[in-house]
């Protein structure tokens, strides 16, 4: 395609005779012969006039406007090259030039670019078309503009045909470091990309979010701005509005600065290749270009300012483009590049650190409201799109917080007020059972003592409790894994131990005084007071054993609170934790099952009524416990286990131990064998004159039925003799009773 438009653009040029210039060199600027040619394109006038003819003759118009500025870097080119020539640079080889006045058009430059194809020592102005160019020798070799990137952009695809060098003074747009598409292309100037780049740093650096962008409507205005809003979006800067001016005005300011001329130019061998490798200085910082044909040169951040009507321009820092940092000269230019920040250029206030940006359902994300981060969130920096979540398994974070905070880590500490109140009930516990233990080896051959079931099971009992009360020791401090295996096991099996105990006690004073023939011959036959101990403990250890072999309980982290960390103890199998408790709760049952029976025993032996309030107490507690042990939460988790177990063991304490030792300590006449003798003795003459008239009641209600009521078996009823003769066996029965029973105890 872009051979065909060089075809006929050159047809027409050859064919059509009748242009404003009379020969091709009335077309040429200015012009040197040399050995090797070096073209210039440069708009010297501003703009091209157009024709009045309708339709417009193919011919070029001529050109209006001049440009002071641009014939200055005409005339650099020209310097410049004059300078090699007359240096000993290139010995024996001159150069020459042929520069353009492109009007800032780009029919002109495309004309000029012809004439720059054309093949060399050629008669006839003519571009020759080729498959291959390698071997074409055109009329110059390489091209020094132009300065407009819309101008550069035609030109090059052009100059692409022969590879022939281009090397651009002020082309800035991002598009030409594309070298598929501009192979041949090279600038002195940084790409738009980090001119629009080093804007949207400014901006930023400036604390500036809301701005208007002007651009030129060209192909370098219109590139420009789309790179600058990608540029802005990346630094949260919004584009409050856009506007597009004519690309070409009368007032000349409105065109770039003058720009830095090649100092040298080299051999025509490799060209295009050599240009890429050159490398220079200015004295102080070196020059080269990079892979993409632009020059690592940077920008000048200038400022105007309008003093007494005056418009003055300031140089205030330079951009480096690798490092992306602006550099100022001196602290008069750092002061007034500080100063920018003083002006407010935003569409909403910026958010705080704890806070985060809330769109407002304007089409702008600069505008937006600020709203407290949640708990658990935080944000750390201005303007942040959204809060950040903190870990919750080891941070928290308050409303409106900048930062996380660490959990604490708590626990049942020893520290505690509740902890140390619970510890000191514990101790006067342990101190309860060691006075009533001296009270009763002291007293150990009293019958009380004796009634109790002598020392070893009284000792039995007491280190049960002793151990029970020293097992909420384990429930206090830093859990750790052997406090969670050791503290419910050791109550578990210490308690069963004193519950069967007390099992014993209750079948033995029940046998003792029981006067039914059938129950007594029951509780003989269930009456093994070792095998019972053994038997039911046994069971509650094959329990807790299978717990810490299959389940054991494990120290965890609960991180369910927002706040704090809970280290506690993981129960590892609540079906054995329930499992535990519940065969307790069987055995205390059996016990107060038991001790109601005897409730109505001699008051010396009568523990049952102690007893069934005992077990009431530990009842109560433990049905408390469930619903309380489910619902708290907390570190104080621990406290309300420890509470019930000191009410279950000071109930059953207080109603084992505490009467007998105030009848050892304060009615010492009842604690004598005669005593005792004589209770047991007036208890069961009551029994046996309760259980005679129950069975004289018995006779008097059959004999009258047998007198009202004749029949065939009245001859088996005893006569009233023999009744009489029967009571007074019975009475003599009981008189000889309580001894048999006494020797029995």
């Keep these: 395609m872009a051979l065909l438009i060089i075809l006929i653009t050159c047809l027409v040029i050859i064919l059509d005779t009748s242009q404003s210039c009379h020969t091709p060199d009335d077309f040429v600027a200015i012009t040197s012969p040399g050995h090797i040619m070096i073209g210039g394109l440069f708009a010297i006038h501003e ?3 157009s024709s009045d003819d309708h339709p417009r003759r193919p011919q070029i118009q001529k050109c209006v406007g001049f440009e002071i500025s641009v014939f200055l870097q005409t005339l650099a080119m020209i310097h410049s090259i004059e300078m090699v020539n007359n240096s000993t640079l290139l010995s024996g080889v001159k150069l020459g030039y042929e520069i353009y006045d492109t009007c800032t058009e780009v029919t002109a430059a495309m004309a000029a670019t012809l004439r720059f194809l054309s093949k060399f020592n050629c008669s006839r102005e003519t571009v020759i078309f080729q498959c291959d160019y390698s071997s074409y020798l055109p009329r110059v070799k390489a091209v020094i503009g132009a300065g407009y990137s819309e101008i550069s952009m035609a030109v090059s695809r052009m100059l692409n045909l022969q ?18 598409r501009f192979p041949s292309f090279l600038r002195t100037v940084p790409s738009d ?7 949207a740093h400014l901006i930023r650096q400036s604390g500036w979010n809301w701005v208007g962008a002007i651009t030129t409507d060209d192909d370098y205005g219109r590139l420009a701005l789309n790179t600058f809003a990608i540029q802005a979006a990346a630094n949260k800067v919004c584009i409050a509005f856009k506007e597009v001016l004519p690309a070409f005005l009368s007032d000349s300011t409105i065109e770039g600065r003058i720009n830095q001329i090649l100092e040298r130019i080299i051999t025509e061998a490799q060209l295009l290749a050599v240009l890429k490798n050159v490398t220079f200085t200015d004295g102080r910082n070196s020059f080269h270009f990079d892979a993409h044909g632009d020059l690592n040169t940077g920008y000048d951040v200038v400022l105007w300012k309008e003093t007494n009507g005056l418009m003055t321009v300031t140089k205030m820092a330079e951009y480096d483009l690798q490092r992306d940092v602006f550099i100022t000269t001196n602290q008069e230019t750092k002061r007034e590049f500080r100063k920018l920040k003083q002006i407010l250029s935003k569409c909403s206030k910026e958010c705080s650190p704890g806070q985060m940006k809330k769109a407002t359902g304007s089409q702008h994300n600069c505008c937006y409201e600020c709203v407290s981060c ?17 870990n919750n398994e080891t941070h928290w974070a308050p409303v409106r917080s900048s930062m996380c905070f660490e959990k604490e880590v708590e626990y049942l500490d020893w520290d505690d007020f509740l902890a140390l109140l619970l510890i000191a009930l514990s101790l006067l516990g342990i101190a309860f059972v060691l006075a009533i233990g001296i009270i009763f080896t002291r007293n150990g051959k009293t019958p009380v003592v004796k009634s109790f079931g002598g020392l070893v099971v009284c000792y039995v009992m007491l280190v049960c409790h002793a151990l029970n009360f020293a097992s909420t020791g384990f429930f206090i401090g830093e859990p750790q894994d052997f406090a969670c295996k050791t503290r419910q096991t050791l109550f578990g099996v210490t308690f069963t131990l004193c519950v069967s105990c007390i099992l ?3 079948l033995k004073i029940l046998l003792a005084f029981s006067f039914d023939p059938k129950l007594t011959t029951f509780l003989k036959c269930l009456y093994r007071p070792v095998p019972i101990v053994l038997t039911c403990t046994g069971i509650q250890v094959v329990i807790c054993t299978l717990w810490l072999v299959l389940a054991a309980p494990t120290v ?5 609170l927002p706040r704090v960390i809970i280290l506690e103890c993981e129960e590892g199998s609540a079906l054995a934790f329930g499992t535990m408790l519940g065969y307790i709760t069987i055995l205390a049952f059996i016990c107060f099952v038991f001790a109601f029976k005897g409730r109505k025993l001699p008051e010396n032996y009568n523990e049952a009524k102690f007893l069934t309030f005992g077990m009431l107490i530990y009842f109560i507690a433990w049905i408390t416990f469930i619903p309380v042990y489910t619902t708290t939460f907390g570190k104080y988790l621990p406290a309300v286990e420890i509470i019930v177990i000191l009410i279950s ?20 006449k009842t604690n004598t064998k005669s005593a005792f003798l004589q209770m047991v003795y007036n208890y069961s003459a009551r029994s046996v004159d309760s259980l005679t008239l129950s069975r004289v009641s018995l006779g008097s209600t059959s004999h009258d039925t047998a007198t009202t009521n004749p029949s065939p078996i009245r001859s088996h009823l005893p ?27």
Aim: net charge positive; hydrophobic share 30%.
């Design 47 to 49: 703009k091209m006039l």
């Design 163 to 180: 590879l022939m060098p281009q090397v651009s003074y002020e082309s800035t747009a991002e598009i030409l470091s594309d070298k598929v």
């Design 193 to 199: 990309f980090y001119q629009t780049k080093a804007m």
């Design 374 to 390: 949640p708990e658990n969130h935080y944000s750390n920096e201005t303007d942040m799109d959204h809060c950040l979540l903190c």
């Design 504 to 506: 014993t006690k209750s």
């Design 556 to 560: 965890e982290e609960n991180i369910s």
């Design 649 to 668: 063991n000071y109930g059953i304490l207080c109603c084992t131990f505490f009467p007998k030792c105030y009848v050892i300590l304060y009615k010492q």
């Design 719 to 745: 006569a009233p003799g023999l009744a009489h003769t029967g009571t007074k066996k019975t009475v003599k029965v009981s008189k000889t009773l309580p001894q048999k029973r006494s020797s029995s105890i």
